[in-house]
């Protein structure tokens, strides 16, 4: 079992950037797909992007698309997420996942949580002037 670990939030202003790391303190992240969710106060988690085990592919929701990239590390226990323009509305606990029911595909990112699931606690991003 993967055991994660998220890092690199924290306090910035609106059009700043960050850049969050998924890292595996246990086990590798090659096996499934990677997925990175956000869940703001009084909200429903929401799906932000998706790697591939093989990292071939990325996904990107809408709300996203052309700030975020999604990238694995060399050593296959890290994926990051960089952010950049920074808005309100992105300010979010943000958790990382790897599960076999996480598909991600370039026009798509499903996710159906499993017995195997492995999710991080999540690191804090706040945007405010």
């Known amino acids: 079992q993967v055991q994660l670990v998220e890092s690199g939030g924290g306090l910035v202003q609106p059009g700043g950037s960050l850049r969050l790391s998924c890292t595996a303190s246990?086990?590798?992240?090659?096996?499934?797909?990677v997925g990175w969710f956000r869940q703001a106060p009084g909200k429903a988690r929401e799906r932000v992007a998706c790697?591939?085990?093989?990292?071939?592919?990325?996904h990107y929701v809408e709300s996203v698309k052309g700030r975020f990239a999604i990238s694995s590390g060399s050593d296959k226990k890290t994926v990051f997420l960089e952010m950049s323009n920074l808005i309100p509305e992105d300010t979010a606990v943000y958790l990382c996942?790897?599960?076999?029911?996480?598909?991600?595909?370039?026009?798509?990112?499903?996710?159906?949580?499993?017995?195997?699931?492995?999710w991080g606690q999540g690191t804090q991003v706040t945007i405010s002037s």
């Open positions: 246990s086990g590798t992240l090659d096996y499934y797909a």
């Open positions: 790697i591939s085990a093989s990292a071939a592919t990325t």
């Open positions: 996942v790897t599960d076999p029911g996480l598909m991600c595909a370039a026009g798509n990112f499903q996710y159906s949580r499993t017995q195997f699931s492995s």
